[in-house]
């Protein structure tokens, strides 16, 4: 067998016996790379005569086009294995079900969503949110609202209080949402109303109490404002929000420092095992406090009571979120456990409208 002969045989079995594309790579070079052997028979044509290059040419350079052809088939079968056995183990599951985004995966809690519905029902009366600091004023938060130094309300162990500033007075968190209000009044003209959901802080915990928990205080100041008023705005509103057709009320007297006269109101439900439904019983459940506000507090703010009439309520949210929502544990709302609010969370774009349904 010839030189070149035995070099084609020798190359071509490398190239068959290649594993991967990097040992094919060292095949190439090693034949037709600058230094390769079938390079070397390349270059040896130009020291020979016209008569031997007629001959040797062919034969080498056919050897150079035989091997060139078989390494790029080899390249293309090894491509294609590679391929192949990419897309056996990178298989797509299509029936799996499709991975939520974070975006869909957030939730919103049940307090906020609470107040966003009070607040699409109450815009839709005509009402404005309102805001206020968390830390008040002992004078915004007691005094302006008719309760008075040594008012068993007032007691140190009752509210949390900051110590005292240089001119001996003492900042709190707010117990109630209702310096929103004063400050609203204060700061506004008549006609007025304003709802004012927030945070308020009272020294109390218990199975049914927690020290941080959240209020809704409506309020309105208008000329001739009556109790009538404020009886179908509870009772449209309360409609509204438990999404019900019918429910009917009972207001019994109370006593607010802030109200004069003071009611309270329960609704009507039917309590059952683990479920409460209203609408609909013969049971009774309190929800607010209410009243027409006192003269003192409107004279307090600047407004003459004889000119001006108002009335204001005050309800617990995470009471009503718990009862509208079947949530039986107070204490899951602040516990910031994922999982709870992924089962009572709501999403993020379905907003509460009255066109739209609430909830
Ligand atoms: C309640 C019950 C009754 C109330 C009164 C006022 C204000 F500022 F106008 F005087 N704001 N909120 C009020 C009245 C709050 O909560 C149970």
């Known amino acids: 067998m010839s030189d070149i002969a035995k070099l084609e045989q020798q190359v071509l ?6 594993a991967d594309e990097a ?7 090693a034949a037709l790379g600058r230094n390769g052997t079938i390079t070397g028979l390349l270059k040896t044509l130009g020291a020979m005569t016209p008569d031997e290059r007629r001959v040797q040419g062919p034969l080498i350079n056919g050897l150079k086009d035989k091997v060139t052809e078989a390494l790029t088939a080899r390249r293309d079968a090894l491509k294609n294995a590679a391929l192949d056995a990419r897309l056996n183990t ?21 307090i906020s969503q609470v107040i966003d519905e009070l607040t699409a029902i109450f815009a839709d009366m005509g009402f404005k949110v309102a805001e206020g600091p968390d830390i008040e004023t002992d004078d915004l938060n007691f005094t302006k ?28 968190l707010r117990t109630h949402t209702s310096p929103v209000q004063i400050r609203t009044m204060l700061a506004q003209k008549p006609p007025i109303r304003v709802i004012t959901p ?7 915990s218990d199975q049914t109490h927690t020290p941080m928990f959240h209020q809704v205080e409506g309020l309105v100041i208008d000329k001739g404002s009556n109790l009538g008023h404020l009886k179908w705005i509870l009772e449209e509103s309360m409609k509204a929000f438990f999404e019900v057709d019918q429910v009917k009320m009972r207001f019994r007297p109370s006593y607010f420092p802030f109200t004069e006269p003071s009611l309270e109101v329960d609704i009507q439900c039917r309590i059952e095992k683990n479920e409460v439904r209203f609408g609909e019983g013969n049971d009774w459940m309190e929800i607010l406090g209410c009243g027409m506000v006192h003269p003192n507090v409107l004279r307090n703010c600047g407004l003459d009571p004889e000119e001006y009439q108002g009335f204001a309520w005050g309800m617990g949210i995470d009471r009503i979120a718990m009862l509208k929502y079947g949530m039986p544990d107070l204490r899951d709302f602040f516990a910031a456990d994922v999982r709870w609010l992924s089962h009572y969370g709501f999403r993020p774009l379905d907003l509460p409208t009255l066109a739209g349904g609430l909830s």
């Open 145 to 172: 609202l008719n309760i008075p130094e040594g008012h068993p309300a007032r007691q140190m162990q009752d509210s949390f209080y900051f110590n005292p500033k240089p001119d001996g007075s003492r900042p709190l």
């Open 90 to 110: 990178e298989t797509v599951d299509v029936t799996l079900p499709v991975r939520e985004s974070p975006t869909e995966q957030g939730r919103i809690h049940p």
């Open 23 to 29: 040992a094919l790579e060292a095949v190439r070079v």
């Open 13 to 18: 079995t490398d190239v068959a016996a290649a």
């Open 198 to 204: 927030g945070r308020v802080y009272r020294i109390d």
